[in-house]
């Protein structure tokens, strides 16, 4: 980042001390409400809960409300920084959940590093919230968060670093192998973090089986001792097909795909041109990508994608949470499958059309007001058909429900200019 951009950045923040605030939702007229939305009259809705907890989702605003929650061992590309600096990366979640699906977010950043007491703290959190949604969590501790939390609690667990990167990942996959023609591809997967390990498991249920994994100590291979752990023994199990041995170098002999969810700058020239004619180069690190989209394009490289808004295809998880929350909050699904972020993934894939879909169009942008409303369609769908959904609502009335609440946030067309 520059200096411009960094001074830019601070004022941004410091201007209103921060990107987010609580104000009530109902008419405030003035204290002669008091009776009504405080004593006395709040006892009755507290007495109703009482009777039948889920009238909470009736009198309170639990049914629209997450957490999101982090410990700051891995936020962004800075890494263990602790969970006060993280705050600021949770506001900006926080402000995204709001202006793209109408979700109120708050952020928790809890001082606890042992996963069991992480558990513990978030679990209690259950009656004030309706999903949970864990960021910037270290791995291997983060998967094992993840389990625990989603056996602990009846509502949702959604942890973005791994189901987000994995929905938006296959979703950018499917639409750059319609583009090159690549039917069954071999993916090399850079990375075996909580990002790397998630779309790696997801990548395989949607029917790419061609996948190997690579880390700081290499290739990812049944029976290695150095840098393992169940999690990516797991994952070694499943992949690796051609059970290679070796470095990066190695695993992209004759691959089709890279997907980059390590580190700035691993990725050279030099290592695009051993991959098959026309390959496809995710380099997703940020802020600063793998490898730069020029360098991938001119040695070969037929699409490129990677997280950051100046480059074509953003491949980024703003693409996909706030509609998976707003198709998990609507149904009222207690749990996130499989299936359901399938379901994410192919929505948003499906959002660029024929004519649309080229080389430097394989996701939809960011402020495209279609994304959220059809991605918690596409999650609502995948609610009801699996009899997981405590809410009768058909995908249309989602879609619509999230449409109407991110009206107000959008920005209106200058003016002579069409909506």
Known sequence: MNEAM???ALSYHARYHGKIEMHPKIPWRGWEDLPLAYTPGVAEPCRAIWEQPDEAFTYTNRGNTVAIISDGSAVLGLGDI???AALPVLEGKAVLFKVLAGIDA??????????????????ALEPSFAAINLEDIAAPRAFEVAEALADAMSVPVFHDDQHGTAVVVAAALHNALRLTGKSEPSIVINGAGAAGLATTRLLLAMGWHRITVVDTAGIVYR??????NRYKAAIAELTNLDH???????????ADVFIGLSTRGILTADDVALMNRDPIV???ANPEPEILPDLARRAGAAVVGTGRSDFPNQINNALAFPGIFRGLLETR???VTERILIGAAQALAQLVTPNELSETCIVPRLDDPRVAPAVAAGVTREVVAQGLAQR????QEVYQRCQQLAAPFRPTPPSGQGA
């Not at 290679?244 to 170098?249: K, Q, T, V």
């Not at 009768?392 to 995908?395: A, D, I, K, L, R």
Request: charged letters at 25%.
């Open 244 to 254: 290679r041995i070796g470095d990066l170098r190695h695993a992209l002999a004759g």
């Open 282 to 284: 995710f380099a997703l």
């Open 82 to 84: 602790g969970p006060l």
């Open 333 to 335: 699904a207690r749990r």
């Open 223 to 228: 029976g290695r001792k150095e840098n393992m």
């Open 106 to 123: 708050v952020p928790i950043c809890i001082q606890e590093r042992q996963a069991e007491s992480l558990v513990r703290a978030v679990a």
């Open 392 to 395: 009768s609502v058909t995908p």
């Open 6 to 8: 960094r001074t830019s």
